[in-house]
Every structure is written in C-alpha cells, then in structure tokens.
C-alpha cells in the first residue's frame, strides 16, 4: 500500500518536523527528501524518517546525525601587485564573505621558477581576513601567494603575481689572474637587475674605459634579469690596475667591487759586473713583479778533457733573499767559481716564478784546484814495484803540482806530469815481493787537491 514519510527529531518525544524547518520534498509515495538550502547558522542533530501505512502500521530508519553550514566564499581576494621595488612594504588581501563554520584562511607561496609550494604568514580560523605583510620584500621573495579559505564543506582560493624589482648587482671576473705580460686576458661583467640593464661599462683605476679600448665583445642575455659583457686586453705596465664594472637600469647603478688585476712582469736579465780572480758577479735592475727568487749558474768549462773527454761542469742556486735590494735595484751577487781549473762559459738565470730570463758571459777558475785524476794504467810490475800511469784534467797552469801514491813513502815514489797532454807517470820501487798495495793518486796544488778512485796492484813473487 501507499506509505505516509514524516521526518522526526531523535529526540525523546519523537517530535515531528514540519515542512516550514526544513524542505521536504516528496519524491514518489515510497520516498521523500529532507533538505535545507541556505543554511545561516550551523546545525546538528539526529534525524531519522518514518514511513506508514493506511492501516496504521509503521517503521523508522535508523537515527542519522545531520549537519547543516556553508561553502566558503572569498570577499576581498589579493590582486598582482604592480611596479613593487625590493625593499619596500607589501600587504597581500584575503577575507571570507560567507562560510558557515567559519573558516581558517592560509597563506602559500610558490617561488619564481620552481613549482614547490611553501606555507607562509600565520593561519587564522575564525577571523575573517588574514592580510599578508611582506615588510621589506627582497628579490628571491617574487614569486605566486595564494590564499586558501577552508571550511568543513569545501575551499576556495585566489592568487597574486608578485614581481619584485631591483636595480643591478653586478659582479666581475678575470681569465686568466694573474696575467703574463704579452698575454691576453678576458673580464667578464655580469648584472642582475629587473628591469634588465640598459647602459653597462668598466672602469679602470676610477676611470671609464672607451667601448673600443680594450677590445669589448657583444653583450649575452641567458635570463630576463641577466646580462653579461666582457673585454679582451693584452697584460702590461699600464693595463695593471683595479677595475670595476658598472650598470645601470630605471631603478638606479649597481657596481661590482673592485678588483685588482696582476701583470706578472719579467725581471731584467742579469748584468755582469765583475768575472776575475775566481769571482763571477751580477746585478740585476728591475726585479720583476713578482720579485726575483732565485737565481742559478751553470757553467762549462771551454777546455778539452783529455782523460775522459768530458767538459768540467757545475751548478749553484742561490736564493734572492740572500743580497740586498734598494729601491727596486738589487745589490751584487757574486758566486766564488770553485770548480776545477779553466776557463768556462757560463750562464746566469734569474727567475720570478713567472719568467725565466738568462745572461751568458765568460769566467776562469785559473789559478784553481785540480780536476778529476784518473788511474789510466798500472805497467811494468816487478818483484819490488810498478809504475803506475794517470791523467788530470785542469790542474792550474801556474800551480805548482804534487802527488803521492796511499801506503807508499815519498822516497819510492818518483813522480811526472806534462800539463800539456795532462798526462803524469808515479814510479814505485823498493817494495816487498809478493805483496799487496791499494794504489790512489793525490794531486794538490795550492788552491786544493784531487783524488783518484782506489787500484789494487800486488809486486811479483820471482826475482
């Protein structure tokens, strides 16, 4: 049969609930929708229907708790904010106009660039506006502020642009630094601004440098707030100095800081001032940037070796720090040449870490002590001695040259040298028969002596 659907508080009473309350729309004689459309306060408790018959027979539902509020609704939502200078105040608008319970309102931000949502100001719930204060905006701040309004039955949101603009950061580089002189260095200018830059130069020592001096390639834009310039000069005296580049957009200059750039200057060559008596010495004028550090000598001797056919040779280093510098003008240094007697050619080097620069010039160890001697030989060996033939190379023309030979008395030992050839001959007698002698020539001269490596040489047993 047809059935009578009434609606009813859960309430002790069971109290009926007329369609002045609450809409009650009858759908068909089997159901019937309870509703509320417009709701202006908030509303809770259990419901449940009950539906009959003619006869009077009837059923309830099962009781249900029934809540009734209101979408949220944005009254004053944030517009883009236009022309915003960077260190300036910002207020972001967001309020509600409807919602029922009232709802929070939060803040989030999307950074320019990045799509990472971040929660920012302080959620509010129950007040109707939360205004977003942004008291000194910075660039890396320009981004997208949405506000949420949010309540049990929904949200809705609004969004706002914000662009920040700053007048230019600018900053520079070199490559290479330091720079050779006679070597090409590039600096580079880079502005970030918004609006983008319109004017850019460089400054050297205070002062502008023109377009085309040094030499200025063709601006780069890789962003909208990003410019870059730069300049190719060759290092030298006057293209060291402190450089700084500059630029400018509406909103003002911006400069970089300065910055020095390093040429690094050869030393002059060495300049000898003295080659006698044993002593090479030298100066040097300007020292370089940086200064000189060391300086080393090489010589080799311009006389044949007649017993190994090999040059005398040898080498010093000789730290800077060791001689006196007076208004950028070194004292003398001089290198005591206590190679073996002769003549030389010989080569001075300064260096600076940078550059390396080098003097010939000519030197004589004569008088000097004597050079390697060599055992070429040892003949005629007998029962009671040998003689035993060696060589010295560069033994001092003028010097007065004496040797002996290890173990052996000075009177059986008959000694001669031709400084000619280099060549000298010890002649050993008056030794015992079948024995064993450890053979070294000794030859000294005033200024010094030389030893020969060690023979052994025994005497014959037999008469």
């Given at each position: 049969d047809p059935s009578t659907i009434t609606w009813h508080n859960d309430d002790a009473n069971k109290t009926l609930i007329t369609p002045g309350q609450f809409s009650i729309t009858t759908i068909s004689d089997r159901s019937s929708r309870f509703h509320r459309d417009n709701a202006v306060s908030l509303t809770r408790a259990k419901r449940f229907c009950r539906a009959a018959d003619s006869i009077g027979s009837s059923i309830d539902s099962t009781a249900f708790l029934l809540t009734f509020g209101a979408l949220p609704a944005i009254g004053n939502a944030p517009t883009d904010p236009t022309n915003e200078v960077e260190g300036t105040a910002v207020t972001l608008m967001c309020s509600f106009s409807a919602g029922l319970p009232n709802p929070e309102i939060f803040w989030k931000f999307t950074a320019k660039g990045?799509?990472?949502?971040?929660?920012?100001?302080?959620?509010?719930s129950g007040n109707?506006?939360?205004?977003?204060?942004?008291?000194?905006?910075?660039?890396?701040?320009?981004?997208?502020?949405?506000?949420?309004?949010?309540?049990?039955?929904?949200?809705?949101?609004?969004?706002?642009?914000?662009?920040?603009?700053?007048?230019?950061?600018?900053?520079?580089?070199?490559?290479?630094?330091?720079?050779?002189?006679?070597?090409?260095?590039?600096?580079?200018?880079?502005?970030?601004?918004?609006?983008?830059?319109?004017?850019?130069s460089l400054k050297r020592n205070g002062n502008f440098i023109p377009e085309n001096s040094p030499t200025k390639s063709p601006s780069n834009t890789p962003s909208e707030t990003i410019i870059e310039w730069s300049y190719t000069l060759i290092g030298s005296n006057e293209t060291e100095g402190m450089y700084q580049c500059e630029a400018n957009n509406t909103l003002g200059r911006g400069e970089s800081q300065e910055k020095e750039l390093v040429v690094l200057l050869p030393p002059d060559a060495p300049e000898v001032v003295q080659s006698a008596a044993s002593d090479l010495c030298w100066s040097s004028g300007y020292l370089g940037h940086p200064p000189?550090?060391?300086?080393?000598?090489?010589?080799?001797?311009?006389?044949?070796?007649?017993?190994?056919?090999?040059?005398?040779?040898?080498?010093?280093?000789?730290?800077?720090?060791?001689?006196?510098?007076?208004?950028?003008?070194?004292?003398?240094?001089?290198?005591?040449?206590?190679?073996?007697?002769?003549?030389?050619t010989c080569s001075i080097g300064a260096n600076n870490g940078a550059f390396d620069v080098k003097t010939s010039a000519d030197a004589s160890t004569r008088p000097g002590k004597p050079g390697p001697v060599t055992i070429k030989n040892i003949a005629d060996v007998t029962n009671t001695g040998f003689t035993v033939n060696w060589c010295v190379a560069f033994s001092g023309s003028d010097a007065a040259l004496t040797s002996t030979i290890n173990g052996v008395s000075a009177d059986k030992a008959t000694h001669s040298y031709d400084s000619q050839t280099q060549q000298g001959t010890t002649t050993v007698t008056q030794l015992d028969p079948g024995t064993s002698y450890t053979v070294t020539i000794k030859v000294s001269t005033s200024y010094g002596e030389a030893l020969s490596e060690e023979k052994t040489q025994s005497t014959t047993c037999g008469e």
């Open positions: 990045t799509n990472k949502m971040v929660d920012v100001g302080t959620p509010t109707q506006n939360n205004n977003l204060m942004l008291p000194n905006i910075q660039r890396n701040e320009a981004g997208t502020y949405t506000c949420y309004i949010r309540n049990p039955f929904g949200n809705v949101s609004a969004s706002a642009a914000l662009i920040v603009r700053y007048k230019p950061t600018v900053s520079i580089q070199f490559n290479p630094s330091p720079v050779k002189k006679g070597s090409s260095v590039t600096i580079t200018c880079r502005s970030d601004s918004l609006p983008l830059a319109t004017s850019h000189i550090t060391n300086y080393s000598l090489s010589c080799t001797s311009k006389t044949d070796n007649l017993c190994s056919n090999e040059p005398a040779q040898f080498l010093a280093t000789v730290n800077a720090a060791n001689f006196t510098t007076v208004n950028n003008v070194s004292g003398i240094l001089c290198a005591n040449l206590t190679g073996p007697s002769a003549d030389y």
